[in-house]
Structures are given as C-alpha cells and as structure tokens.
C-alpha cells in the first residue's frame, strides 16, 4: 500500500513559476506508474504529466513545453516543475500512483494552485 502527501501549491502571477512534490510512503517495492492531474471547477479530471518507473513521460498538450515531470526512485518522490503559468492553470493538483499494471490508484489529497493577477 502507499499513501502519498503532497506539497507546493499556492498563489502566483501568470508568467509564475511553482514546485509541485509529492512524496510516497508505505509498504512497496515499486511503483510502476507516478503522475499528475488537475481538476478545476466545473470541469474534468485530467492528466497533467505521468512518469513510469524507467522514466518515459507523458504530458497534456496544453502544458507541453511549460511543465516538466521528474522522479526520483529512491526517493519514492515525483516532482511537477511548472513554468510560465496562466490562469487556465488554476486547479487543484493530485498526485497518483499504481503500483503495479493492473492494481487500483492511490489519489493525494490535492494542492491548490491558484494562477492570478
């Protein structure tokens, strides 16, 4: 099982720059998937950034050039560096994971990243 605790929100100016860590703890060998999504209000769900486990990325096309996904194995740590924010940024931010191909995801609480002038 893994439980995941998340860090990083909080209010910047479009242009802006946060830092989005989350961190994995419990009892695993492995997580074969790590990621991002978003959800604002009166709207989906949706993936930001994933990162396997041999570091292969995926990311929104909205957020392709400004975000960057990053891992740390050792760690049990994913990273969510986001550049040049704009307001249709403003979420909030969950980490999940799956262990294994097939098991069920592990949701964090969320952090809210608010982009405003």
């Known amino acids: 099982q893994v439980q995941l605790v998340e860090s990083g929100g909080g209010l910047v100016q479009p242009g802006g720059s946060l830092r989005l860590s989350c961190l994995a703890s419990g009892s695993f060998f492995y997580i074969n998937v790590m990621g991002w999504y978003r959800q604002a209000p009166g709207k989906q769900r949706e993936l930001v950034a994933s990162?396997?486990?041999?570091?292969?990325?995926n990311y929104a096309d909205s957020v392709k050039g400004r975000f960057t996904i990053s891992r740390d194995n050792a760690k049990n740590t994913v990273i969510l560096q986001m550049n040049s924010l704009e307001p249709d940024d403003t979420a909030v931010y969950y980490c999940?994971?799956?262990?294994?191909?097939?098991?069920?995801?592990?949701w964090g609480q969320g952090t809210q990243v608010t982009v405003s002038s």
């Open positions: 990162i396997t486990s041999d570091g292969r990325r």
């Open positions: 999940n994971a799956q262990l294994y191909s097939g098991s069920s995801w592990t």
